[in-house]
């Protein structure tokens, strides 16, 4: 199952093969042109607008009253919803709110004397407004609203209302364990959407869904086409691809466990992109077998999944040794990273660009997905060398502050007054200069 290469002799096409995520990253003229016009058509038309994109992509007839979920419905979801669920959702938000609180308790305001008279520091604060998408339709993830709804609800986002697209060909039905998150997070504005035109009509707002300043969540290519072309409009939209994960292992490793850890982002699609990193061969010869038993076990679509990540898209990488397949972890960036090594702990200076680290084989992928607490909403294609998962900072903005005292103007004086004549701004070093010792309220001094 696992395809295998070597990374001392692996040809460069091969390599941007394995930095592309097995895919091309353009997307379909047609696709961005539909999108296009479909954010434009929910732009002009508003509530009209979003409930045609419901009849024509999802297949479901509701009219702008039935955009918002009811309480009746949320009453309906907590009663559909087993004990055993419910905890879950709620230690998962729990675990989620820690980690955000600790976080955002590491970042909050402050200010500093640097010189004597000269303060500067930060205000921090949520921003205004944020839409939560929530992707659902086929397949359905109470967890990813967890995740990205609880860091907002930690920020104190005043205005936050979650976006989620009905289960195709039906009446709007929203899987209650979504509604359940909601409500265990306080959240009352819940909307069903088409995913692209949710997107849109966050971004302008409509009759019905307020307009927000933020709207983060992942989703399918078609959503994310329509977060990039929202911010052509001052909207700031995060965007998060198709799932990935790495994983580096050494002889040590347990090959039952890492093939039970790859298989968990591999299931996710057929655009899904997993990577095994070792210097050992026989450890990926073992865990190919362990493939081979566990995914027979799946379903027929994740196991087409499966394939597709690990055969295609990504596979198993030879190194020489844990050097260089820690490079080759910071190579690939990856949104999820497992050290399955003897010393995992030692490892993690090593890895500068991961989307998350699960340090051990006692931390599987799958508890990070749900119940561990740190971000599972994570960069994706890459974007882990420059970018961070959601958390609470995702839903944070700070406004620098700025104090100087007369003395401590003195010390800056010259050199705002050289940098501003050098760009050719005399009216800036005329502030400067009118409020020198000795400038006369008539003119301004040339001292």
């Given at each position: 199952?696992?395809?295998?290469?070597?990374?001392?002799?692996?040809?460069?096409?091969?390599?941007?093969?394995?930095?592309?995520?097995?895919?091309?990253?353009?997307?379909?003229?047609?696709?961005?042109?539909?999108?296009?016009?479909?954010?434009?058509?929910?732009?002009?038309?508003?509530?009209?607008?979003?409930?045609?994109?419901?009849?024509?992509?999802?297949?479901?007839?509701?009219?702008?009253?039935?955009?918002?979920?009811?309480?009746?419905?949320?009453?309906?979801?907590?009663?559909?919803?087993?004990?055993?669920?419910?905890?879950?959702?709620?230690?998962?938000?729990?675990?989620?709110?820690?980690?955000?609180?600790?976080?955002?308790?590491?970042?909050?305001?402050?200010?500093?004397?640097?010189?004597?008279?000269?303060?500067?520091?930060?205000?921090?604060?949520?921003?205004?407004?944020?839409?939560?998408?929530?992707?659902?339709?086929?397949?359905?993830?109470?967890?990813?609203?967890?995740?990205?709804?609880?860091?907002?609800?930690?920020?104190?986002?005043?205005?936050?209302?979650?976006?989620?697209?009905?289960?195709?060909?039906?009446?709007?039905?929203?899987?209650?364990?979504?509604?359940?998150?909601?409500?265990?997070?306080?959240?009352?504005?819940?909307?069903?959407?088409?995913?692209?035109?949710?997107?849109?009509?966050?971004?302008?707002?409509?009759?019905?869904?307020?307009?927000?300043?933020?709207?983060?969540?992942p989703g399918s290519p078609a959503v994310a086409i329509a977060q990039l072309e929202v911010r052509r409009y001052g909207v700031n939209s995060v965007v998060l691809g198709p799932s990935e994960s790495l994983i580096i292992a050494d002889s040590s490793a347990d090959p039952v466990l890492l093939a039970a850890d790859l298989l968990n982002e591999a299931e996710h699609g057929t655009d899904s992109t997993v990577l095994l990193v070792t210097p050992d061969t026989d450890l990926v010869a073992a865990t190919d077998v362990q493939l081979e038993i566990q995914a027979a076990d799946l379903p027929a679509e994740r196991r087409e999944a499966v394939i597709a990540a690990l055969s295609s898209n990504g596979g198993a990488v030879?190194?020489?040794?844990?050097?260089?397949?820690?490079?080759?972890?910071?190579?690939?960036?990856?949104?999820?990273?497992?050290?399955?090594?003897?010393?995992?702990?030692?490892?993690?200076?090593?890895?500068?660009?991961?989307?998350?680290?699960?340090?051990?084989?006692?931390?599987?992928?799958?508890?990070?997905?749900?119940?561990?607490?740190?971000?599972?909403?994570?960069?994706?294609?890459?974007?882990?060398?420059?970018?961070?998962?959601?958390?609470?900072?995702?839903?944070?903005?700070?406004?620098?502050?700025?104090?100087?005292?007369?003395?401590?103007?003195?010390?800056?004086?010259?050199?705002?007054?050289?940098?501003?004549?050098?760009?050719?701004?005399?009216?800036?070093?005329?502030?400067?200069?009118?409020?020198?010792?000795?400038?006369?309220?008539?003119?301004?001094?040339?001292?």
């Amino acid at each position: 199952m696992l395809k295998q290469q070597t990374w001392a002799t692996i040809a460069d096409d091969e390599k941007a093969w394995l930095l592309q995520r097995g895919h091309a990253h353009e997307v379909a003229t047609d696709l961005e042109s539909a999108i296009r016009a479909l954010v434009d058509d929910v732009r002009s038309r508003g509530d009209a607008a979003l409930c045609e994109a419901l009849h024509t992509f999802d297949g479901v007839d509701v009219d702008a009253a039935g955009l918002q979920v009811t309480p009746a419905e949320f009453a309906a979801a907590s009663d559909q919803v087993s004990a055993a669920l419910r905890a879950a959702i709620q230690q998962m938000i729990a675990n989620i709110t820690s980690f955000n609180t600790a976080l955002a308790a590491r970042r909050s305001s402050w200010t500093e004397e640097i010189a004597p008279g000269h303060i500067v520091g930060e205000t921090i604060g949520p921003v205004a407004s944020a839409a939560v998408f929530c992707p659902s339709g086929k397949a359905s993830y109470p967890s990813v609203l967890a995740q990205v709804a609880t860091a907002a609800v930690v920020a104190g986002v005043p205005e936050l209302v979650v976006l989620v697209p009905p289960a195709p060909g039906g009446d709007g039905y929203i899987d209650p364990a979504v509604l359940v998150v909601a409500q265990e997070l306080g959240l009352e504005r819940v909307y069903r959407v088409n995913g692209p035109a949710g997107i849109a009509a966050a971004a302008f707002g409509t009759e019905t869904i307020p307009q927000v300043g933020t709207i983060i969540g992942p989703g399918s290519p078609a959503v994310a086409i329509a977060q990039l072309e929202v911010r052509r409009y001052g909207v700031n939209s995060v965007v998060l691809g198709p799932s990935e994960s790495l994983i580096i292992a050494d002889s040590s490793a347990d090959p039952v466990l890492l093939a039970a850890d790859l298989l968990n982002e591999a299931e996710h699609g057929t655009d899904s992109t997993v990577l095994l990193v070792t210097p050992d061969t026989d450890l990926v010869a073992a865990t190919d077998v362990q493939l081979e038993i566990q995914a027979a076990d799946l379903p027929a679509e994740r196991r087409e999944a499966v394939i597709a990540a690990l055969s295609s898209n990504g596979g198993a990488v030879i190194v020489d040794d844990l050097d260089t397949a820690f490079d080759v972890a910071n190579w690939f960036a990856s949104e999820h990273l497992q050290l399955a090594i003897a010393d995992p702990w030692a490892a993690v200076d090593r890895i500068t660009d991961a989307g998350e680290i699960l340090v051990g084989q006692t931390t599987p992928l799958s508890a990070g997905n749900f119940a561990i607490g740190a971000p599972a909403a994570l960069p994706t294609g890459g974007f882990a060398k420059h970018a961070s998962g959601v958390t609470v900072e995702s839903f944070q903005k700070a406004s620098s502050i700025g104090h100087v005292s007369d003395t401590a103007l003195d010390a800056i004086a010259t050199t705002t007054v050289v940098l501003a004549e050098h760009e050719g701004f005399p009216a800036h070093a005329n502030a400067i200069r009118i409020r020198g010792k000795g400038h006369q309220r008539e003119g301004v001094s040339d001292a």
